[in-house]
């Protein structure tokens, strides 16, 4: 009975023991999300871009927040998808979501 629960209880040991108490502090620093456009811009991002450009980082895709990419050039790799990236018409992606896309691109690059 005492082995099996010190058996139990092992794994939460390992892994108390393991991690520092100490908190890291968060990488990137948190964006100011203040109008109901970037909310949404935010959530269409995490949907539709995050996977290969994670917080505009870069990731299977270049990285999209450091550099001073015009509108309608974000636009147009989005809807004609140059390279490795798909594309995305506009019945994937309307039109106004892929606004509040570059708006929140946007904030991202004054991170
Ligand atoms: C399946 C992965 C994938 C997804 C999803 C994706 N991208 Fe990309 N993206 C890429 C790749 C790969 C490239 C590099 C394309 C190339 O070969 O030139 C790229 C390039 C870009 C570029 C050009 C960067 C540059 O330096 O020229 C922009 C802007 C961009 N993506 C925006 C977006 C946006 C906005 C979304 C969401 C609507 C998105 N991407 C979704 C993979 C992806």
Redesign the pocket.
Known sequence: MRFTLLLAALPLILLTGCTTARQREPIAKSLRIDSPKLLRGEKA?MH??D???PGGDTG???A?KN?P?PEF??EL??RVG?????A?SDEL?PDDQLDD?TEY?KLLRKQ
């Open positions: 991002y539709y871009c996977k290969c450009h299977l895709g270049f999209i550099k990419l050039l974000v790799q989005v140059l390279g490795a990236m798909p995305f992606l896309i691109i």
